[in-house]
Structure formats: C-alpha cells, structure tokens
C-alpha cells in the first residue's frame, strides 16, 4: 500500500446482497484501485476478491460477539485517508439502506476527507427477485414500505395501522427476531391473519432460501422453516410459485399457503 500524506479518499461502497454479479461496475472498478477495504460482516468472499491487492479491515458488528463501535469505524477511515490511502468502505447491499452512512459521512465531512457514495443492491431487492415477486403492482399496492424489525431501543415502531390495511407492502429488514412483536403488533392494528409473508434468507448466495408464510402463524413459520438470516421479510406478498394465480390481487388464502408448505 503506497499511502500518501493528505492526499487519501473514502469511497462509500453498496457491495449488493451477496452474489458477486450483482456488484455495479462501478463499485467493481472502485474495489480494482482500492489500497485498503474497510468492510462490513455481511460483505461476502466473492466481492472481496475484487480488491485482491487491498489490505482488508474487518470492522464487522456481530450481534452477540464483538463488535467495532462506530466511533471507532469513524475514526479509522479519517486516520486512513490523513494517512493518503485510497479506502473503499464496503457496506452489504446499499449503504444508505440501515448502514449507518450519516455518521460516516459526518465524519469525513468534519475531518475534510473527500468521499463519494457508490449505490449497490439492497437486500429486499435481491429478496423480491430471488421470491420473483414485484414490490408494486397496479391494484394491489402503490407503495412500498422499507422498516427495520429492530433499532436503537429494541423492536422498532411503525405506523402499523397503514401496515396493516389490505394490500400493504413492505420489505422488512432485521425482522426474524422480531417476528413475534411483529405479528402481535400487526394483528392488534386489524391485519388479516392470514397475510402472506415471504421470508427470503441469504438472497443472491449460494445458500439462499425462500420461505411462504402467512401473518398468523409467523414466529411458527420461520422457525420450522429454519430461517436463520440474514433474512428479509416481505410482508403482503408470496412467492410467485405459492400463490395462486387466480386469487390476484387478493391474497391467497391460508390453506393455499398451507398446501404450498413452508418452503419453495
Ligand atoms: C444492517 S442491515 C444492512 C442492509 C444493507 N445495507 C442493504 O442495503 O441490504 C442488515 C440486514 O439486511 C438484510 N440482508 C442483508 N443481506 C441480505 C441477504 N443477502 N439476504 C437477505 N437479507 C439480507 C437482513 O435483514 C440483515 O439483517
């Protein structure tokens, strides 16, 4: 790594849910003249081997082991760039998606450290594509929600009576450990039971899964079905394979889901 006194940068990088195709060609170019890789836990081998010649920094949070603070991330690109390295901050899926990017950001901005943003492919794209379900469709849903399953202060809140009106749609990121408090929460706003829930675990990897699921029966569902994450949950819409074709744009009843089994 030749480092240069002052003349560092940070690229922000979206690495994409997994699969190392669905990389941009940008962020593949920005990793080929990277000096170091700053990279988050979910970030996988296949990308990283994009940067052969970049020394790797792991700076992964795991939810139960240790973890950097972001303090420290913070601080560890500035002290990088200062130092004239050219630094691609790796981020899973897209880095304005649940990555923390304002911190960094703020940051860089406060240290003087030039940074740009490259966009990757967040996680409930993958989910959709890999469950071949589209996230809007004309008479079933206008909009799409994006919620996390936990913050901050634990299991996140939402406006779960808009979740729960029929037809609404959302991609859940970080939801299987907080599937009951979904369910619970969802239901009590006046949700249909019987609600499909597609659970989609290692979108784009080799390992990837599709669950069907309905509301009702969630915690219950991801359980037998052993997902285990990272996992996103889509809420209002099955697996295209699951649902039956004739039932659209309503959603398919409990015993169809039922009969599909848990898994595709
Ligand atoms: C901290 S968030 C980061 C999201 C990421 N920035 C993105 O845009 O996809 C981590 C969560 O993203 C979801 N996730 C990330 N990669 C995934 C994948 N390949 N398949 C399914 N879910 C994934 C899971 O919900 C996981 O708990």
């Given at each position: 790594?030749?480092?240069?006194?002052?003349?560092?940068?940070v690229?922000?990088?979206?690495?994409?849910?997994?699969?190392?195709?669905?990389?941009?060609?940008?962020?593949?170019?920005?990793?080929?003249?990277?000096?170091v890789?700053v990279?988050?836990?979910?970030?996988?081998?296949?990308?990283?081997?994009?940067?052969?010649?970049?020394?790797?920094i792991?700076v992964?949070?795991?939810?139960?082991?240790?973890?950097w603070r972001q303090a420290d991330i913070d601080a560890l690109l500035v002290s990088l760039a200062?130092?004239?390295?050219?630094v691609?901050r790796?981020?899973?899926?897209?880095?304005?998606?649940?990555?923390?990017?304002?911190?960094e950001?703020?940051a860089?901005?406060?240290?003087?450290?030039?940074?740009?943003?490259?966009?990757?492919?967040?996680?409930?794209?993958?989910?959709?594509?890999?469950?071949?379900?589209?996230?809007?469709?004309?008479?079933?849903?206008?909009?799409?929600?994006?919620?996390?399953?936990?913050?901050?202060?634990?299991?996140?809140?939402?406006?779960?009576?808009?979740?729960?009106?029929?037809?609404?749609?959302?991609?859940?990121?970080?939801?299987?450990?907080?599937?009951?408090?979904?369910?619970?929460?969802?239901?009590?706003?006046?949700?249909?039971?019987?609600?499909?829930?597609?659970?989609?675990?290692?979108?784009?990897?080799?390992?990837?899964?599709?669950?069907?699921?309905?509301?009702?029966?969630?915690?219950?569902?991801?359980?037998?079905?052993?997902?285990?994450?990272?996992?996103?949950?889509?809420?209002?819409?099955?697996?295209?394979?699951?649902?039956?074709?004739?039932?659209?744009?309503?959603?398919?009843?409990?015993?169809?889901?039922?009969?599909?089994?848990?898994?595709?």
């Amino acid at each position: 790594m030749a480092e240069r006194e002052g003349a560092g940068r940070v690229d922000i990088v979206g690495a994409g849910p997994g699969a190392a195709d669905l990389l941009t060609v940008r962020a593949r170019d920005l990793l080929a003249a990277a000096e170091v890789v700053v990279h988050d836990r979910l970030v996988s081998d296949a990308v990283l081997a994009f940067a052969p010649g970049a020394r790797r920094i792991d700076v992964g949070k795991t939810p139960d082991g240790p973890s950097w603070r972001q303090a420290d991330i913070d601080a560890l690109l500035v002290s990088l760039a200062r130092a004239g390295a050219r630094v691609v901050r790796l981020k899973s899926g897209d880095p304005g998606v649940y990555g923390r990017l304002d911190e960094e950001m703020d940051a860089l901005d406060a240290a003087g450290v030039p940074f740009e943003i490259c966009p990757g492919v967040t996680a409930a794209l993958a989910a959709a594509a890999s469950a071949r379900v589209s996230l809007t469709r004309r008479g079933r849903n206008s909009s799409l929600r994006v919620l996390t399953g936990r913050d901050v202060d634990g299991f996140a809140e939402h406006d779960w009576r808009a979740l729960a009106a029929p037809g609404a749609t959302a991609a859940i990121y970080m939801g299987v450990g907080a599937a009951d408090f979904l369910r619970t929460r969802l239901l009590r706003a006046g949700a249909d039971p019987s609600t499909p829930v597609t659970a989609v675990d290692n979108a784009s990897r080799p390992n990837e899964r599709t669950a069907a699921a309905v509301l009702g029966e969630l915690p219950d569902a991801l359980r037998r079905a052993g997902v285990s994450g990272p996992s996103i949950l889509l809420l209002g819409l099955s697996p295209r394979d699951a649902a039956p074709r004739a039932a659209e744009p309503s959603a398919p009843t409990l015993a169809a889901l039922r009969a599909a089994g848990d898994f595709l």
